[in-house]
């Protein structure tokens, strides 16, 4: 039977890592996959992270089963850490879910599960794996435009025009800060705009914040999405692979925020009842080292001053990028990356600039032109710069 399977479209970012590995090319330069790495090339362990690992070896005495929505003190923590004091505690309905990931696709089911006739618009570009999982579950979507081409910066005109088409009872994804792949992010007003035009058309806003921390600072990276959360009834799918460094343990978190406590009771029993349909009790490590850190002031706080490091270096490198295309160039034009948040920026190169970039010179980016930022190094950016500018950018 299994040869009636017909092969499913790879994923254009996990190939590109792939393709990255098989190139024996020795100074060879990975902007692909969007994973953090320090100056030496290495994505490292977070301090705090293997402090609380440490801890939690020393006094777990059980793995038997949580609860289906995860360890209660890990939505708490979660919650204010995305939320802040933006909303009462009870109104927000939350699951712990394989990571980012489990929480976007546990989102779109519910979202057919409130409306199965929901379209789920999307910004043109987005995450491909966003679109992959809708068609999957067979959701249409539509996309609203959101950065234009010429500046690579957002396009809020175009995002407010498109977004009037939208029905109630339609699900709008946003980012919620450090936009993937663009790394354009709407500016306060902008936002705000965008949550008063979802409310009067009877939309609802579903925010994917995979980089809190990445762009302006913990605090700053969640104000749209509390902003959000103020003015009503909002889906937030939270990852904590990134700000947290841990990756491969699958950590997130879904959240359902209600405007009314009894609705809420039951958000919360239908998140617990997708998490039993769809891979029973949810991963626990993670979460209880997130937890940890969260809950110890020490920890926090040197969490926090090394998630500044990381962003600072960043910004660093998208600085010095910036610096080396205007001195190549005798031009501004490459200002957009100054203004571009978290890890991600989209050069504006086309493919076959792209694929020049990767054959001549070793400089492996996604097709689209997306770098990850932190994938550069004090010695790499002139490297990209040069070629950059060789092949006609
Ligand atoms: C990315 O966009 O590179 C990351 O979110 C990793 C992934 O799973 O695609």
Redesign the pocket.
């Known amino acids: 039977m299994f040869d009636q399977l017909k092969d499913q479209p790879a ?1 254009k ?2 190939s590109l890592m792939a393709a990255f590995r098989a190139d024996p090319r020795e100074g060879k330069i990975d902007l ?4 953090y790495k320090d100056a030496d090339g290495r994505t490292p362990v977070m301090r705090a992270v293997r402090e609380a690992e440490k801890r939690i070896w020393d006094e777990e005495t059980t793995k038997t089963y949580t609860a289906l929505a995860g360890d209660p003190a890990f939505s708490d923590a979660m919650i204010a850490m995305v939320l802040g004091e933006a909303v009462p505690r009870a109104r927000v309905a939350a699951v712990a879910t394989p990571g980012g ?1 489990g929480a976007v696709r546990q989102g779109f089911e519910l979202i057919r599960m409130l409306n199965p006739g929901a379209t789920v618009w999307v910004p043109e570009p987005t ?3 966003h679109l992959s999982i809708l068609k999957h579950l067979g959701i249409p979507t539509r996309s609203y435009r959101y950065v234009d081409a010429q500046t690579l910066q957002i396009d809020a005109a175009g995002i407010l025009e498109d977004l009037r088409a939208v029905q109630a009872g339609d699900a709008v994804l946003l980012h919620g800060c450090c936009h ?2 663009s790394g354009a992010d709407p500016d306060a007003g902008t936002w705000d705009r965008i949550g008063a035009l979802l409310r009067e058309r009877g939309a609802l806003p579903f925010v994917d914040l ?1 980089y809190q921390g990445f762009g302006d600072g913990l605090e700053a990276d969640a104000a749209a999405t509390r902003a959000l959360a103020v003015g009503g009834e909002c889906l937030i799918a939270a990852s904590c692979s990134k700000n947290f460094g841990i990756y491969r343990e699958r950590t997130g978190v879904l959240m359902a925020v209600s405007t009314d406590e009894g609705v809420s009771k039951v958000a919360q029993a239908n998140l617990a009842y997708l998490n039993r349909q769809n891979y029973s009790f949810p991963p626990d490590h993670g979460a209880r080292v997130v937890t940890t850190i969260l809950g110890d002031e020490g920890l926090r706080a040197d969490w926090m001053a090394e998630l500044e490091e990381i962003r600072t270096g960043m910004q660093g490198l998208r600085a010095s990028l910036a610096a080396e295309l205007r001195r190549l160039t005798n031009s501004d034009r490459f200002d957009f990356l100054l203004n571009h948040k978290g890890m ?1 920026s989209r050069l504006g190169a086309s493919p076959e600039q792209v694929e020049r970039m990767r054959a001549e010179h070793g400089i492996y980016m ?1 097709g689209d032109s997306r770098i ?1 930022v932190a994938g550069l190094n004090a010695r790499t950016v002139p490297l990209l710069a040069k070629a950059m500018v060789e092949v006609g950018l």
């Open positions: 994923d970012i996990l692909g996959v969007g994973v990931t995450w491909p794996n993937n792949p995979a991600f996604v990850n």
